[in-house]
């Protein structure tokens, strides 16, 4: 038999009167295929967005067509009480424009993020985020102070922006805008490694909003747009 492709269905659009068009992200990028007759059909649930899908395709003048269709996972666990943490990351994968044929690290993160979504959800997306925008080349440095150029120490009140980290002292500011222990978290999920490790960082509910708030902006600032379904993500 045939190798069957593998894929995580972002986007499910209808199509035709029977068909749908759907999204997949998969390790060599984003595709569209046509799911011909499956609005009524028995493998209408197999098509929900979110699913990790085997599946084969064949080829035609415009969009391939889908035809084997096996789910691998459908985090339905996860899905029952986590379902908008999922819809948020599978939104920013959307967001990613470049046209890279080869997407292995991102797709591995997210679907290590998918499958660790039911604790501490916030973690996940805040290790989904970093990594993202690391493998997009978005750096940013937690360690050196982006005005004067020298070290950052866990004692040091720290300023956050879009520029990067700098010491309270070399800004205009009164107070500092960002926990130090949220910048422990930042520097712990950087250097992070999925094939290797379980997250083992505890901490507080507060931290990981911040994490989450900063990252999210850091995130809209390379996409220069909005993640919309980050108003369900209570931060
Ligand atoms: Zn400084």
């Not at 911040?210 to 600032?221: K, R, S």
């Amino acid at each position: 038999m045939h190798n069957l492709y593998e894929g995580i269905i972002l986007r499910s659009t209808d199509y035709k009167d029977n068909d749908k068009i759907l999204t997949l992200f998969t390790r060599t990028g984003k595709i569209s295929l046509i799911a011909k007759s499956v609005k009524n059909g028995k493998r209408q649930n197999l098509l929900d967005i979110g699913n990790l899908i085997s599946y084969n395709k064949v080829k035609t003048k415009g969009l391939d067509i889908l035809t084997t269709v096996i789910i691998k996972n459908s985090f339905a666990n996860i899905k029952e009480t986590n379902s908008f943490y999922i819809l948020f990351l599978l939104e920013v994968v959307l967001k990613i424009q470049r046209d890279s044929t080869d997407e292995s690290l991102i797709y591995n993160t997210l679907i290590f993020c998918i499958k660790h979504l039911e604790n501490t959800p916030k973690l996940y997306l805040c290790l989904f985020l970093e990594k993202m925008l690391y493998y997009e080349g978005v750096f940013i440095d937690l360690y050196i102070c982006n005005i004067c150029g020298e070290e950052l120490s866990n004692t040091n009140k720290i300023i956050i922006s879009s520029e990067g980290l700098s010491h309270l002292r070399c800004t205009n500011f009164s107070e500092s805008n960002i926990d130090n222990t949220t910048i422990k978290l930042l520097k712990y999920l950087s250097m992070f490694d999925i094939d290797k490790n379980k997250v083992k960082f505890s901490i507080d509910d507060i931290n990981l909003k911040e994490a989450l708030f900063y990252l999210i902006l850091f995130t809209e600032n390379f996409f220069s747009s909005k993640i919309k379904s980050t108003v369900y993500l209570n931060i």
